[in-house]
């Protein structure tokens, strides 16, 4: 399994959650963030402020997936998120090596 | 090492922080999240609402180990998270390749 | 890549960005997050007051960088987030496989 992470603008979460359910991903962790990219310093626009660029307000998705899954979930979240806009965001893949469901106790790929 | 991460129920934190301690797992550190399982659009009960489901409330609880414990560690947390109700979360590990203790420099597992 | 994550006394966001720009790094990402270490059940000193250490607030910083500079760059993080007092944190490396910069979809250390 992978673990995809994307820093992103927060008014792109719906676009990325309706996409990943298109894609037929099941579940998704959502946390409050704030960051910079390579404009520090510059501005970056966000609900019609500008802000100059140190720490602005993003969302931070993780998403479980299953390795067959992964690359293809990758430019799924990428396209969804994208504005075309500086400040649009990352997204990571990282190794995971166990996934249970608290629940039922089903491990790896049943646990998604 | 690796990094267990558990997504679950709020209301399991101190169970889980007991569970832990009683291991002998001496720190951890928690973010709030929120997220969606394989529900979404059915209904979750949360401090005795229902909730639509979508963007439940979640802790998201982070927990550096000794490969030797993780195994045991997922136990430990799935068991004290575990409500029998849906929503009870997720549980996954990755590997971490470098820990540092930021206080007094010591690496790997003697920065636990 | 790596992604380095520390969490850290909030008080030294400022001095970790610094010290990070100063190496080069252009980006990272900041959470609000809370937790305790080895001293649970003791005192820990934030802002003036006393907590007793149970999830005393910490930020959680990301920073996604190329292979050759992880090891370095832990260093210069640890170094700025250090005080010399309990609770200075912990800073941890992982393996990232694919990041994506979301605007260009440029991949692997060009995301960056
Ligand atoms: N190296 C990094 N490590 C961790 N997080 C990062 C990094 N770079 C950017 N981020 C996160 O991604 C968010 C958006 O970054 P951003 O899209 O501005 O990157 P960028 O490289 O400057 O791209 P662009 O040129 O399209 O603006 C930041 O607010 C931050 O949260
Ligand atoms: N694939 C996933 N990736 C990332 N986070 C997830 C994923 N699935 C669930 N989560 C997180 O775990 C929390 C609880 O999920 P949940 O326990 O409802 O999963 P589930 O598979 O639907 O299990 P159950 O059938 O027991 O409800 C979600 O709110 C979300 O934060
Ligand atoms: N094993 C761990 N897993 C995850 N997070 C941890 C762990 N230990 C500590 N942390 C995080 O790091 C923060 C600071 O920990 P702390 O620096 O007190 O660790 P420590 O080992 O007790 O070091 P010191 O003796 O210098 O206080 C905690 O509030 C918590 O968020
Ligand atoms: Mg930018
Ligand atoms: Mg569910
Ligand atoms: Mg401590």
Redesign the pocket.
């Known amino acids: 399994m992978k673990l995809i992470t994307a820093v992103v603008k927060p008014h792109r979460l719906d676009e990325i959650k309706e996409a990943l359910q298109a894609f037929g ?5 959502v946390t409050e963030a704030s960051g910079y990219g390579r404009q520090r310093g510059h501005t970056e626009v966000y609900r019609g402020a500008e802000y100059t660029v140190d720490l602005v307000p993003k969302v931070r998705i ?4 299953e390795d067959d899954d992964a690359e293809q979930l990758v430019d799924v979240v990428v396209k969804a998120a994208r504005t075309g806009k500086i400040g649009d965001g990352k997204v990571w893949t990282i190794p995971v090596e166990t996934a249970v ?4 106790g089903e491990r790896g790929p049943d ?2």
Chains 1, 2, 3 share one sequence.
Do not use: F, S
């Open positions: 991903v099941h579940g998704l962790t993780e998403v479980l997936v469901r608290v629940r039922t646990a998604l």
